[in-house]
């Protein structure tokens, strides 16, 4: 496995729920590193992402609320989400830009994992 994202699962409005993602050591350099979040009957969309610099962009309709680190010497990605809303439920992907010495330069995609919010 490539990619592996953990921490999902269910919270009420305006809880608080933190998502990993950790990308194998064969990925020897990674570039960008985002996180996507797909709702029941809707198209995939980028939620944040941090580049190798470290400096982070996110969808407008989560500034504020979310934050995206990396922790670049682990090749891990975590999502920090607050004030969560029922509108934020979804399947949390994660997305990596990296070069391996089997694949070289090419993307990665995590399986996802399941971010439900309550109203």
């Known amino acids: 496995v490539q990619l592996q994202a953990s921490g999902g699962g269910l919270v009420e409005a305006g809880g608080s729920l933190n998502i990993s993602c950790e990308a194998s050591?064969?990925?020897?350099?990674?570039?960008?590193m985002n996180w996507y979040r797909q709702a029941p009957g809707k198209e995939r969309e980028l939620v944040a992402g941090?580049?190798?610099?470290?400096?982070?962009n996110y969808a407008e309709s989560v500034k504020g609320r979310f934050t995206v680190s990396r922790d670049s010497a682990k090749n891990t990605m975590s999502l920090q989400m607050t004030s969560l809303k029922p509108e934020d439920t979804g399947v949390y992907y994660c997305?990596?830009?990296?070069?391996?010495?089997?694949?070289?330069?090419?993307?990665?995609w995590g399986q996802g994992t399941q971010v439900t919010v309550s109203s």
């Open positions: 941090i580049g190798l610099s470290g400096r982070a």
């Open positions: 997305y990596v830009f990296g070069f391996s010495a089997t694949t070289h330069w090419k993307t990665f």
């Open positions: 050591r064969s990925i020897s350099t990674i570039e960008a």
